[in-house]
């Protein structure tokens, strides 16, 4: 089984839209925890397995193509299954008063500290991984109901452009950890 260990390109990419536009494409779908490691073993939906080691600090995008071979027009692309986030938003902070924007910071870190939810703070925004139903966020969220702040749900996917890897760890590298042990089973492939 050869080891996949590079990415070769990216799916919305124009020159890879056309390509794969008649090829048969295999999605190899991750979860949150294996699109946070360099290597793994990809299972698709055809039953097919990858082995993938990749360089150390490669960073996962969704529709990253791992393998084409253009004389079957075949490729494999990991597909990124990430959880939503709670992305509040504190830019209405930037025109009041220091004291109130204290205050709406140590109420926002209590709300969320006290769920013991993980948080990264980036510009005026605050992402939190839903960790929980998103009911259960979005009534802590109600009930602390704190002035000056607004927060929706989006897209994990969505999300990762804006973070760096280590932030995308701390978001979404401690969920969805059912694939302990695949690092393994790649490293024995790689040494055989």
């Known amino acids: 089984m050869e080891v996949l260990t590079e990415v070769l390109g990216n799916m919305h990419e124009p020159e890879w839209h056309e390509k794969l536009h008649h090829a048969t494409v295999e999605p190899v779908v991750l979860d949150q925890w294996t699109a946070q490691k360099s ?3 990809g299972k698709s939906a055809e039953g ?3 082995p993938i080691a990749l360089k150390r600090h490669t960073h996962i995008n969704d529709g990253d193509i791992v393998y084409w071979n253009p004389e079957t027009n075949h490729a494999v692309v ?4 990430l959880n939503p986030v709670l992305v509040v938003d504190l830019s209405a902070l930037a025109s009041m008063k220091p004291e ?4 709406i910071s140590v109420e926002l870190g209590h709300a969320i500290g006290n769920q013991h ?3 990264v703070v980036k510009g005026t925004k605050v992402y939190v991984p839903l960790t929980v139903d998103k009911k259960v966020m979005l009534s802590v969220m109600e009930t602390h109901n704190i002035d000056g702040i607004t927060y ?11 973070l760096a890897p280590d932030e ?3 978001l979404f590298g401690g ?7 695949l690092d393994e089973h790649i490293h024995a492939t790689i040494r055989h």
């Open 48 to 50: 097919n397995e990858y």
């Open 117 to 119: 939810w993980p948080a």
């Open 78 to 81: 990991l597909r990124l299954a």
């Open 39 to 41: 290597r793994f073993l």
């Open 100 to 103: 109130e924007v204290i205050r």
């Open 175 to 181: 969920a969805g950890h059912d694939s302990h042990g």
């Open 168 to 170: 995308i760890r701390r």
């Open 152 to 162: 929706e749900f989006e897209s994990g996917t969505e999300i990762i452009p804006y």
